[in-house]
């Protein structure tokens, strides 16, 4: 069963409103990935958490906060979001950390609108 | 540089016909991982094939196949006798250990099936 589930669906938030993105996998996945993806381009990564560690951040702005609480459980936090930031957010999950044998395997997304 | 490029930015069939998807790729990692992923309206990513770099055999799988040269560097996706649920944008991407393995994913290819 390849599944990793997001929620909520659709968040629409002002800027100065804290939220978070939450994704669930019960795959037994050690990694799992956030990522942000604009409309009509392909999804940039955000970050990687392995083993439960961060283990990658691609320089993404401190008014996003990831947290993951166990090994199934990914959270993004949001606060004082910009309009530029509303997006579909992916979540990703993979066996292992991240190496050329492993699938990343998608959550549906979250579409975030800022207002 | 773009790793991985796909030059068909929309193509758009009548059902039942054939579409070919291009995929063409850069690196100089020797091990390195090639992927497509369907993504319909609902915004899943949904995996579709990986492939490694030391096996060239092609893949079927029903109505999907998938061409590998290391020649050309390409990995070409073809859809036999389309049907409007293959309506979707369809990303190639590249996994390699210069980058610490995260996807690169090309522009993405939107098809659109018409009845």
């Known amino acids: 069963d390849t599944e990793v589930t997001q929620t909520p669906k659709h968040l629409v938030m002002g800027m100065t409103n804290k939220k978070s993105l939450k994704c669930e996998q019960h795959m037994g996945h050690r990694a799992m990935y956030w990522y942000k993806q604009k409309a009509k381009k392909p999804p940039e990564l955000m970050f990687v958490?392995?083993?439960?560690?961060?283990?990658i951040n691609e320089s993404v702005p401190s008014r996003f906060s990831p947290e993951c609480p166990n090994s199934s459980l990914l959270n993004l936090h949001l606060h004082a979001l910009q309009p530029e930031d509303s997006a579909l957010y992916l979540c990703?999950?993979?066996?292992?950390?991240?190496?050329?044998?492993?699938?990343?395997?998608f959550g549906p997304g979250t579409r975030l609108t800022v207002l | 540089a773009q790793k991985v490029t796909q030059a068909q930015t929309e193509i758009s069939v009548v059902e039942k016909e054939d579409v070919t998807l291009d995929c063409v790729y850069e690196t100089r990692d020797t091990t390195y991982y090639l992927f497509w992923y369907k993504q319909p309206p609902s915004g899943e990513l949904v995996f579709l094939i990986r492939r490694n770099s030391f096996d060239e055999q092609n893949e079927i799988s029903g109505r999907y196949s998938w061409n590998f040269q290391k020649s050309t560097s390409s990995f070409n996706f073809t859809i036999t006798a389309s049907q409007v649920v293959d309506s979707a944008v369809y990303f190639c991407a590249l996994s390699e250990a210069q980058l610490d393995y995260k996807l690169s994913f090309g522009a993405g290819t939107t098809v659109t099936v018409r009845a």
């Open positions: 990703a999950s993979s066996q292992d950390k991240p190496s050329s044998t492993d699938t990343q395997y």
């Open positions: 958490y392995s083993y439960e560690k961060l283990s």
